[in-house]
T-cell receptor, first 111, second 116 residues
């Protein structure tokens, strides 16, 4: 069955360092991959869209990669700040009609 | 631009009772989604509408859950009767078009349901 895995354990890093989050998938051939941020008590907020043929997308301090050979996406936050502390979700679609979300990774940036 | 509106924000009911959630998507958004998010998990799609038609409801427990999107605008999700395992946050989202081009989803704040 289709499976999307993100690190279930929280990731703690020091302010100013680069945070790297992982999203792995199996039994799936996605055409699009999205990253969302979710704060406690709020709905997810869209951050990045990476198309299958793009391999990488950047937006300010954010960078997402999409490796269809490894079946993996990496999400990087450079020069991390305490305000970046949140849960980050990846979502994949094969380009048909619906997205499937991963379980999310909680990031905590320590001042 | 106004975001996705949901109400109520919180609801506490006893098992076997019924409950309804309301969602008003962003104006002009043709696609509307209802997700269930259990604590510590990612959102799980319950039902997806394209205008007022159902595109996917494969994970909707149809014996107790129902949803409608009259006139292709706002939507209601109902649970009747509720079970303890329905305790979760119910998220509504909308997008300009279906995920065929990777369209961004805009989420509402969610309704936190507690079933006692």
């Amino acid at each position: 069955s289709q499976k999307i895995e993100q690190n279930s354990e929280a990731l703690n890093i020091q302010e100013g360092k680069t945070a790297t989050l992982t999203c792995n998938y199996t039994n799936y051939s996605p055409a699009y991959l999205q990253w969302y941020r979710q704060d406690p008590g709020r709905g997810p907020v869209f951050l990045l869209l990476i198309r299958e043929n793009e391999k990488e997308k950047r937006k300010e301090r954010l960078k997402g990669t999409f490796d269809t050979t490894l079946k993996q996406s990496l999400f990087h936050i450079t020069a991390s700040q305490p305000a970046d502390s949140a849960t980050y979700l990846c979502a994949l679609t094969s380009g048909t009609y619906k997205y499937i979300f991963g379980t999310g990774t909680r990031l905590k940036v320590l001042a | 631009e106004a975001g996705v509106a949901q109400s109520p924000r919180y609801k506490i009911i006893e098992k076997r009772q019924s409950v309804a959630f309301w969602c008003n998507p962003i104006s002009g958004h043709a696609t509307l989604y209802w997700y269930q998010q259990i604590l510590g998990q990612g959102p799980k799609l319950l039902i997806q509408f394209q205008n007022n038609g159902v595109v996917d409801d494969s994970q909707l427990p149809k014996d107790r859950f129902s949803a409608e999107r009259l006139k292709g605008v706002d939507s209601t999700l109902k649970i009747q009767p509720a079970k303890l395992e329905d305790s979760a946050v119910y998220l509504c989202a909308s997008s300009l078009a279906p995920p065929t081009q990777g369209n961004e989803q805009f989420f509402g704040p969610g309704t936190r349901l507690t079933v006692l």
